[in-house]
């Protein structure tokens, strides 16, 4: 089965509305990446979280390593926003990250 | 700071055909890693260099695809005798070493075989 799952799979929020995406990982993770990508443009990344709780402007993000599972967190969404969110790991180090199907976020005006 | 730089952006090619992607990791970085997107599939791994030298290819299809990294600042990305289920943007990333860094993504080759 897939190592990393997102959900949901797509949200439609109202502008202003907070985003609230998780991602389960199967296995351990000694690192975890959030990227944003908007329509057939690049990944950019986000944030670099394995544990614990990180903020950056409107984001926050939540990785409980136990629980293999981390959440990305959109405060005041703007229509900006809108495109795809990518969950990464990396398993023991190995460098090479494993992403998963992401999250489809539109916002609407 | 350029970010990663990759080229051609948009590649088409006939069935068959020779197919040479290039990347340029950020200044500095030793780690270059190389992914392939599809909707179907996906963004998967392909292949990893540290400091030139070839670390992980475990995701590379065994024929036809190869990957070298000749020097410090750019690595290639080679499909031979290109199908059409190879279409797909082709991604590179850099790191300052590999492992638990982070990785920074290049906009993409995306290639489509006719």
């Known amino acids: 089965g897939q190592q990393v799952q997102q959900s949901p799979a797509s949200l439609v929020l109202q502008e202003g509305e907070n985003a609230e995406l998780q991602c389960n990982f199967s296995s351990t993770a000694t690192q975890l990446q959030w990227f944003y990508q908007s329509p057939g443009g690049s990944l950019v990344s986000l944030l670099s979280n394995p544990s614990g709780t990180k903020h950056t402007g409107r984001l926050t993000s939540t990785t409980v390593t136990k629980e293999r599972r981390s959440s990305l967190h959109i405060s005041s969404s703007q229509t900006t926003d809108s495109g795809t969110y990518l969950c990464a790991i990396d398993n023991y180090n190995q460098g090479k990250l494993i992403f998963g199907q992401g999250t489809k976020l539109s916002i609407k005006p | 700071n350029a970010g990663v730089i990759q080229t051609p952006r948009h590649k088409v090619t006939g069935k068959g055909q020779e197919a040479t992607l290039w990347c340029e990791p950020i200044?500095?970085?030793?780690?270059v890693f190389w992914y392939r997107q599809t909707i179907v599939q996906g963004l998967e791994f392909l292949t990893y260099f540290r400091n030139q030298a070839p670390i992980d290819d475990s995701g590379m299809p065994k024929e036809r695809f190869s990957a070298q990294m000749p020097n410090q600042s750019h690595s290639t990305l080679k499909i031979q005798s290109t199908q059409p289920q190879d279409s797909a943007v082709y991604l590179c990333?850099?790191?300052?070493?590999?492992?638990?860094?982070?990785?920074?993504f290049g906009p993409g080759t995306r290639l489509l075989v006719l």
């Open positions: 200044s500095g970085h030793s780690a």
């Open positions: 990333a850099s790191s300052v070493w590999g492992g638990q860094d982070t990785q920074y």
